[in-house]
């Protein structure tokens, strides 16, 4: 017996054994790897961070020679006229003459003293530190919004399942009270709250199904793809509390610490080198000029040609006297912008330690949220096994089940909803001290597992 099997059918069968396997659920780091290359955002941070890179090697061409050549030639068409010659005879002869001159010269600039370019030459460093903590503080926005955006997908599917699950439950306690109400055990009272609870989950779950749409597209746009599939926070995740366990070292190295701080620290410091810049403009300049060229060109009376070559180095001097006030005018505005920078790092140190209080306070008190949330739900539970069994003997009525089992699942809604907040906000608290990393990811990323 042989087996004959051909590539098209292999294939065939390949296709439909890779489609029953399931694919993979995407999970944070995934996600936020995936939006390292697409997000637009992040991407033109990047290409900033590229251009002000570039300060440093301008400011440093001003401190290194300076060459230039220039040439030029001529097609020269020249006429003489002689009308009297030296014994003062009038003897009106013409003369023409066609000549070509050419020329060239090299001139090399080297700066000995300028103390405007020393200065600029210290204000780009400054300036590429900025760029630098501003480009940091990109990829920390980018690791935020990325989370934002991951948990606001699985809070949205949370808050989908609990409106599903809370409309099953009405719908079942709806078709109890229907029946109860036919045996003549139930008033149709029963009924009408019923289906009025029915009709109100109805509605929220449009709602819920359309908040979750939103979001889902909201992480797309992170990713540039449909994410499918997400992980999801293991029932049992267990969240530290921050260490170290006090606020105030937080708020320390946020004012130290923050990229936001540093960037603008380096701006404030790069407008204090602009007021020195500016003042630069009184001092005088010292160079060493060098120059070399060469003329070709015809001689007296247009007779034979003549080569000239120059050569020379020295010193030049510029001593700025007096340029209408512009150099004072332009250092007084420098002054101004500098207090303007210092002020607004004033105003960033203290938003940056605002932000630490309340992502630690959000860490301490979420975690207390949850513990709380915890207890609820197993007394949410609890209420509602007790309500459904003195319904069944007729010590409770319809609606005391039905606002028994709503609680049940807006517990479960705020106790998703508190745990995701949590984690978010223990990644802005090492954002606000500049800490966060990929790595802070991944450790969150172990709480999570495939749905």
Known sequence: MSLRFSA?????????????????????????????????????????????????????????????????????????????????????????NRFNSNAYNVNLTQPLFRWQNFAQYGQSKLLVMQTEATFAQAGQDLILRVAQAYFDVLVAIENLRAVQANKTAIAQQLEQAKKNFEVGTATITDSYESQSRFDLATAQEIAADNELEVRRYALRVLIGRDPGELSRLKPKAVMEPPQPASMDPWVEAAERDSFVVQAQQAAAEAAGKAVEINRAGHYPTLDVVANYGQNNGPGQSG???????????????????FQGGAVNSRTREAIA???????????????????????????????????????????????????????????RINIDVLNAENQVYVTRRDLARARFNTLLAQLKLKAAVGSLAETDLEQINRLFEAP
């Not at 034979?304 to 700025?320: A, C, H, K, M, S």
């Not at 790092?345 to 306070?361: D, M, P, T």
């Not at 949850?370 to 207890?375: K, Q, S, T, V």
């Open 303 to 321: 007779l034979g040609e003549i080569d000239t070559t120059t050569r020379q180095v020295g010193l030049q001097l510029n001593i700025p006297i």
């Open 337 to 395: 912008r500098r207090d303007a920078e210092l002020a607004t790092l004033a105003k960033e140190k203290r938003n940056s330690a605002l932000g630490a209080r309340q992502s630690y306070l959000g860490v301490v008190n979420g975690l207390a949220e949850i513990r709380a949330l915890e207890a609820a739900l197993v007394s949410s539970l609890s209420s509602l096994e007790s309500n459904r069994l003195g319904y069944e003997v007729g010590v």
């Open 8 to 96: 098209g059918r292999f294939s065939f069968v390949l296709a439909a054994v890779l489609s029953a396997v399931p694919a993979c659920a995407a999970d944070l780091v995934q996600v936020y790897r995936e939006a390292l290359s697409y997000d637009a955002q992040y991407a033109a941070a990047r290409a900033n961070a590229e251009a002000g890179r570039e300060k440093l090697p301008q400011a440093l061409a001003g401190l290194l020679p300076t060459i230039a050549a220039t040439g030029n030639t001529f097609a020269n068409d020249a006429s003489f006229d002689t009308r009297i010659n030296s014994l003062g005879i009038n003897t009106n002869t013409s003369t023409r």
